[in-house]
C-alpha cells in the first residue's frame, strides 16, 4: 500500500506528462491528480487548492526547464508554504538538464527541497519507485 494520494506534475513537455499520468492511473488508479505546464500555474494552483481547503499534493514532480517560472524558481516560491504546513511534500526533480557530473552539488545546494534527482527520459520502473 502507498502512502501517496495526490500526485502533481509540472512540466511543460506535453507528451512526457500524458505518458506519466497513464503510468501513474495504472498504478494509483484512485488517486488524485494535478498537472501543471510551468512553476508559475503550480503556483496558483496551490494558492488556490489552500485557499479551498483541498489537501495538497504528497508527491510533486518537477521539471526544471519551463517558460514563466522554471522548477529552480517554483523550488524557492514553494519553500514558505511548505515550512507553513504540517505535511511532508516530497519533490523529485525529473529533467533532462541534470549534468549526472554535477548532480552531487545539486543536491548539497538543494537537499533540504529535494528528495532527488532523476534524469529524462525516465523509466517507467523509476516512477513506479518513487510511488511505492
Same mark, same amino acid.
Given at each position: 500500500? &502507498?502512502?501517496?494520494?495526490?500526485?502533481? !506534475?509540472?512540466?511543460?513537455?506535453?507528451?512526457? &506528462?500524458?505518458?506519466?499520468?497513464?503510468?501513474?492511473?495504472? @498504478?494509483?488508479?484512485? #488517486? @488524485?491528480? #494535478?498537472?501543471?505546464?510551468?512553476?508559475?500555474?503550480?503556483?496558483?494552483?496551490?494558492?488556490?487548492?489552500?485557499?479551498?481547503?483541498?489537501?495538497?499534493?504528497?508527491?510533486?514532480?518537477?521539471? !526544471?526547464?519551463?517558460?514563466?517560472?522554471?522548477?529552480? @524558481?517554483?523550488?524557492? @516560491?514553494?519553500?514558505? !508554504?511548505?515550512?507553513? !504546513?504540517?505535511?511532508?511534500?516530497?519533490?523529485?526533480?525529473?529533467?533532462?538538464?541534470?549534468?549526472?557530473?554535477?548532480?552531487?552539488?545539486?543536491?548539497?545546494?538543494?537537499?533540504?527541497?529535494?528528495?532527488?534527482?532523476?534524469?529524462?527520459?525516465?523509466?517507467?520502473?523509476?516512477?513506479?519507485?518513487?510511488? #511505492?
Amino acid at each position: 500500500m &502507498t502512502r501517496v494520494k495526490s500526485i502533481c !506534475i509540472i512540466d511543460d513537455d506535453k507528451v512526457y &506528462t500524458f505518458g506519466v499520468k497513464k503510468l501513474i492511473k495504472s @498504478e494509483l488508479p484512485e #488517486h @488524485e491528480f #494535478h498537472s501543471f505546464e510551468n512553476g508559475k500555474e503550480a503556483m496558483d494552483g496551490i494558492q488556490n487548492m489552500i485557499e479551498s481547503g483541498q489537501n495538497l499534493p504528497d508527491l510533486i514532480l518537477l521539471d !526544471i526547464d519551463m517558460p514563466q517560472m522554471n522548477g529552480w @524558481e517554483f523550488l524557492l @516560491e514553494f519553500e514558505p !508554504i511548505r515550512e507553513a !504546513i504540517d505535511k511532508k511534500i516530497e519533490v523529485f526533480v525529473i529533467s533532462s538538464r541534470i549534468d549526472e557530473s554535477q548532480q552531487e552539488l545539486y543536491k548539497v545546494e538543494w537537499d533540504e527541497k529535494v528528495s532527488d534527482f532523476i534524469k529524462k527520459p525516465v523509466a517507467a520502473s523509476a516512477i513506479r519507485e518513487i510511488l #511505492h
